[in-house]
C-alpha cells in the first residue's frame, strides 16, 4: 500500500507527520522524504496518535450522543480534514545520489524540509544495502518496513568482520533465533573464508528426514560436517573425546572446581602428562600425594568429580593385582585408542573453513560446554600461536553457542575458578580472528563489558521490559526509542544493530524451510537452463 503524509513540525529530533488519511502507517514504517538535488532521507515512524481539529469537549460530547442514542446520524463534516493521525517520526540517514547511481550515505544533520511530503520506501532507496561480493557476507533476512517485508532488498553483512566482532541475538523464547541462525548458516555455506562450530542442545540445525537442515545445502558434501555421541545416528561421526586429549585449562570456569582442585589437577598433569585423568581415577597413596603437594582430600574430590563428570573411574586390575585399570562409562569420553583424533578432525575441518555441527541434545550441560571448551581452546591457541602472515590465510572462526548466559552470564564468568574459554573469546578472539554467535533469552544477565563487544546485534521480538533496556542500553545506535517496537515484533522479524551498519536495519528473516525450498527451486531452474545452454552451444 502506498503511504504519504506531510511534515507538520517537529526537528531534527522528532519529525511530525500528518499522515495521508488512507496511508494506515505503521509502528517502524520506513518513509522518504524526498530533496531537491537527487538527495533524500530515510524516516522512521517511532509513534502514531490520533489527532482532531475538533475540540476535546465538542468530540467528548458527540461521542456521548452518539454513545446514548441522542443522534444517532450524527457525522463529521468532511471528517478525513478533521480527524486524523500523527506519526512521531526520527531521521535514519541521508542519501545522495550521484550521476554514476552511486550512493552517498551521512547521518542527518539537518530535519527535511517543513512540509515536505512524504511517500513510502522503495526498493531503489534501499539500493546501498546491496553487498559488494554475496559470497563474503551473511544473508540475515530481507528490509522490513513496519510489517511490509520487501522481498527484493536482501539484508547482508560483511562475514568476516560480523564474525570476529560477535553476533549477538537476544529474543523471548519462539521468536525465531534458531530459525535465524540456520537461514545464517546456509548463506555462510555459500561463502568462503569461515569455519562455524555449532554446539546444538536441540539437534535442530543437521536436519533430517522430516525436517530441513543444513544438510539439504548443496555445498554439505565439502562443507558441512556432524557429530553425535549417539552411535545409532548413521548420518553423524561418532563424538567421543579420548581423556587423554583433556587438559586441565579446559576446565577453567566450567564444572565448577575450586582452585585447590585446580592447582592439584595441574600437578597431575605435570607428573603423569596424557594419562593424568586416569591416574587421578586410579588414587595415589598419601606419600604420593604428599611429594607433588596435594592435599588428601582434595585428591578424593577430584577423583569423585572425575567419576561423575567424565564418567571415568577405576577398578582393580585382575591380570595385575597390584594395579587398576580404568573404566569409562560415558558414551563421550574414552580411553585406549578410541576417540584419539576428533578434536583434531573437528580444528582442521574449521580451518578449513567448514561449519561442524556437534549434536549435543543427549550430552549433559556440563559436556557440551566442556567438549565446546576443548575443541574452543584448541582454536585459541592454534590461532593465538599463528605469527600475522599465516593467520592472515587462516578462516575466521565462530562457535555458535544457545543460552549463552550459561558461559557469559556474571555468575558463570565471577564463579568460575579462571575464565572460561568462551568469556576468554569474547574479549579477546577479535585480535585472533575468533568470534561468538551468542544467542540467549536473556541479555540482562551478561555483563556490559561483554555485550558492548557484541558488535552485531540481531534484536527478535522480546516481551520483558528489563531484558529490552539491557539490549537498547547496549545497542550499536541509539535505539531508545524503539523500545515499543522490539515488544511488537512478531516471529522473524528483527532489527540488525551493528557498527557495520549505518542505521539500525529492520528485517524479515523467511522462515528456513520455505527459504530452502525456494533456494533449491531456483538452483534446480538455473541449472536447467545451464543444461540448455550447454545443449546448444
Ligand atoms: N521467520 C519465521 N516465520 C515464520 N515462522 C517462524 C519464523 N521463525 C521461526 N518461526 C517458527 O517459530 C517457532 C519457533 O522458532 P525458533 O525455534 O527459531 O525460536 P527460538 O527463538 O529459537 O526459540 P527457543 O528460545 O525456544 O530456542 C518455530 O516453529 C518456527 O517454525
Ligand atoms: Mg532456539
Redesign the pocket.
Known amino acids: 500500500m502506498k503511504k504519504g503524509g506531510q511534515i507538520v513540525g517537529g526537528g531534527l529530533k522528532d519529525i511530525y507527520i500528518r499522515e495521508k488519511s488512507d496511508s494506515q502507517m505503521e509502528l517502524g514504517d520506513l518513509l522518504v522524504a524526498d530533496g531537491d538535488n537527487n538527495d533524500y532521507t530515510i524516516i522512521q515512524v517511532k509513534d502514531i496518535e490520533y489527532r482532531s481539529q475538533v475540540p476535546q469537549l465538542n468530540l467528548d460530547l458527540s461521542a456521548g450522543m452518539k454513545l446514548e442514542g441522542y443522534g444517532d446520524n450524527l457525522e463529521f463534516v468532511q471528517p478525513e480534514l478533521r480527524n486524523y493521525m500523527v506519526a512521531r517520526a526520527k531521521s535514519l540517514l541521508y542519501v545522495q545520489k550521484n550521476d554514476k547511481s552511486q550512493y552517498l550515505i551521512k547521518s542527518p544533520k539537518r530535519p527535511p524540509s517543513f512540509f515536505n511530503s512524504i511517500r513510502s520506501i522503495n526498493d531503489d532507496d534501499l539500493g546501498f544495502l546491496k553487498p559488494e561480493k554475496a559470497e563474503n557476507s551473511i544473508y540475515l533476512?530481507d528490509i522490513r518496513s513496519g510489517s511490509t517485508v520487501k522481498k527484493d532488498v536482501k539484508v547482508h553483512i560483511d562475514l568476516i568482520k560480523s564474525l570476529t566482532h560477535h553476533i549477538f541475538i537476544p529474543?523471548?523464547?519462539?521468536?525465531?533465533?534458531?530459525?535465524?541462525?540456520?537461514v545464517m548458516l546456509w548463506s555462510i555455506l555459500d561463502s568462503e573464508g569461515a569455519g562455524i562450530l555449532v554446539l546444538d542442545p536441540?539437534n535442530?540445525y543437521y536436519g533430517d528426514n522430516v525436517r530441513k537442515g543444513l544438510r539439504d545445502h548443496p555445498k554439505m558434501t565439502e562443507k558441512l560436517e556432524y557429530y553425535s555421541p549417539d552411535s545409532e545416528n548413521q548420518d553423524a561421526l561418532t563424538l567421543s573425546v579420548n581423556v587423554k586429549k583433556i587438559r586441565p585449562n579446559h576446565f577453567s570456569g566450567i564444572g565448577g572446581f575450586s582452585s585447590a582442585q585446580s592447582e592439584a589437577m595441574r600437578m597431575f598433569y605435570n607428573k603423569y602428562k596424557e594419562n593424568w585423568i586416569s591416574e587421578i581415577a586410579k588414587e595415589k597413596d598419601n606419600k604420593t600425594l604428599k611429594a607433588m603437594g596435594i592435599d588428601e582430600k582434595t585428591a578424593k574430590v577430584l577423583k569423585r568429580k572425575i567419576e561423575t563428570k567424565l564418567g571415568v573411574s577405576a577398578i582393580d586390575d585382575q591380570s595385575s593385582p597390584d594395579d587398576k585399570k580404568c573404566v569409562f562409562k560415558s558414551n563421550l569420553f574414552t580411553g585406549g585408542d578410541a576417540g584419539l583424533s576428533t578434536i583434531n578432525d573437528i580444528v582442521e575441518s574449521l580451518e578449513e573453513g567448514k561449519i561442524v555441527i556437534i549434536d549435543s541434545s543427549k550430552l549433559s550441560d556440563f559436556e557440551e560446554l566442556f567438549v565446546g571448551s576443548i575443541i574452543s581452546s584448541n582454536i585459541f591457541f592454534k590461532y593465538k600461536n599463528y605469527n600475522s602472515d599465516v593467520l592472515k590465510n587462516r578462516p575466521v572462526i565462530s562457535i555458535v553457542i544457545?543460552e549463552a548466559p550459561r558461559v557469559l552470564g556474571r555468575e558463570a564468568l565471577e564463579s568460575g575458578m579462571g575464565n572460561n574459554i568462551y568469556g576468554t573469546i569474547a574479549r579477546e578472539g577479535r585480535k585472533f580472528k575468533l568470534g561468538l554467535i551468542a544467542?540467549t533469552?536473556l541479555a540482562s544477565v551478561i555483563p556490559r563489558a561483554i555485550l558492548a563487544n557484541m558488535n552485531t546485534k540481531i534484536i527478535?521480538g522480546n516481551e520483558m521490559s528489563m531484558e529490552r533496556s539491557a539490549i537498547i542500553d547496549s545497542a550499536s545506535q541509539d535505539l531508545s526509542d524503539d523500545n515499543r517496537i522490539i515488544a511488537s515484533l512478531d516471529?522473524?522479524?528483527a532489527i540488525v544493530s551493528s557498527v557495520f551498519t549505518r542505521f539500525a536495519i529492520p528485517i524479515?528473516?523467511?522462515?528456513?524451510?520455505?527459504f530452502v525450498n525456494e533456494y533449491l527451486s531456483k538452483q534446480g531452474e538455473k541449472m536447467e537452463i545451464e543444461g540448455e545452454t550447454e545443449l546448444i552451444g
Open positions: 533476512g529474543a523471548t523464547t519462539g521468536r525465531g533465533k534458531s530459525n535465524l541462525v540456520r536441540h535442530e544457545e544467542i533469552q527478535l516471529k522473524g522479524e524479515y528473516t523467511p522462515e528456513f524451510e520455505k
